[in-house]
C-alpha cells in the first residue's frame, strides 16, 4: 500500500517570500512522485515529477522538489511567490507495480500583498 | 481536442436519481482515470481503465456507482440512486498508461446531490 500526508492544509505567505510546500509518503518499494496544482474552478496541471536520477527535481513557474528517499519526503519549494502562485498544491505517489496515482490531501497556498 | 474534456461542467440532482458524467480523454491515450475530490479530503481514486484490460474498480465506494469505457476511449461514469454524500468534484484523466506517464486532468464535474 501506499500513502501520502501533507501536513499543512494551509499556508498563508507574502508575496515575494520562500514557501516550502511538505509532503511526506510511505510505499513498500520504489516511487514515483509528483506534484499538482489546482487554480480556483480548475483541474490539476503538472508542477514537477521525480522518476529517478537527480533528487532535486525543477519543474514549472520556478518551483522545485527535493525527494529524500531517508526521510520519505519530497517537499515543494520557491524561493520567492507571486500572488498568482495562490493555489491548491497536491503531492502524489505512484509505485512499481501501482497504475494509479495516491494524492494527499491538498496544502492550500496563499499568497498575500 | 486538446485536452481532456468533461461533461456537465455542474450537475445539480434530486436524491435517489441516477446521474451519467461524461469523460472524453486526450485522443491517443490508452489509460483514462476517475478520481472524487471532497472538501477535505482530497482525490480519491476511483477506477482505472488500461487499454482493452479488465478495468481497476477497487476504488469504486459502493455498487452504486460504475463505469464504462467505449472504443477505448470516452467514458461515462454512473452513480445509481444519488445520495447527499455523492456530493463532490469528479475528475477524469487520462496517460499513455505507463505508471511513470503524467496524467492529464479534465476540468472536473461538480455534482451536488440535494
Known amino acids: 500500500a501506499q500513502s501520502v500526508t501533507q501536513l499543512d492544509s494551509q499556508v498563508p505567505v507574502f508575496e515575494e517570500a520562500p514557501v516550502e510546500l511538505r509532503c511526506n509518503y510511505s510505499s513498500s518499494v520504489s516511487v514515483y512522485l509528483f506534484w499538482y496544482v489546482q487554480y480556483p474552478n480548475q483541474g490539476l496541471q503538472l508542477l514537477l515529477k521525480?522518476?529517478?536520477?537527480?533528487?532535486l527535481v525543477k519543474g514549472i513557474n520556478g518551483f522545485e522538489a527535493e525527494f529524500n528517499k531517508s526521510q520519505t519526503s519530497f517537499h515543494l519549494r520557491k524561493p520567492s511567490v507571486h500572488i498568482s502562485d495562490t493555489a491548491e498544491y497536491f503531492c502524489?505517489?505512484?509505485?512499481?507495480?501501482?497504475?494509479?496515482?495516491?494524492f494527499g490531501k491538498g496544502t492550500m497556498l496563499l499568497v498575500s500583498p | 481536442g486538446a485536452g481532456v474534456s468533461q461533461s456537465p461542467s455542474n450537475k445539480v440532482t434530486e436524491k435517489g436519481k441516477d446521474v451519467e458524467l461524461r469523460c472524453d480523454p486526450i485522443s491517443g491515450h490508452t489509460a483514462l482515470y476517475w478520481y472524487r475530490q471532497s472538501l477535505g479530503q482530497g482525490l480519491e481514486f476511483l477506477i482505472y481503465?488500461?487499454?482493452?484490460?479488465?478495468?481497476?474498480k477497487s476504488g469504486l465506494p459502493s455498487d452504486r456507482f460504475s463505469a464504462e469505457r467505449t472504443g477505448g476511449s470516452v467514458s461515462t461514469l454512473t452513480i445509481q440512486r444519488t445520495q447527499q454524500e455523492d456530493s463532490a468534484v469528479y475528475l477524469c484523466a487520462s496517460s499513455f498508461g505507463i505508471t511513470n506517464n503524467e496524467q492529464f486532468f479534465g476540468p472536473g464535474t461538480r455534482l451536488t446531490v440535494l
Open positions: 521525480y522518476l529517478s536520477g537527480s533528487t
Open positions: 481503465f488500461q487499454g482493452n484490460s479488465a478495468p481497476d
Open positions: 502524489a505517489v505512484t509505485s512499481v507495480g501501482y497504475s494509479t496515482l495516491t
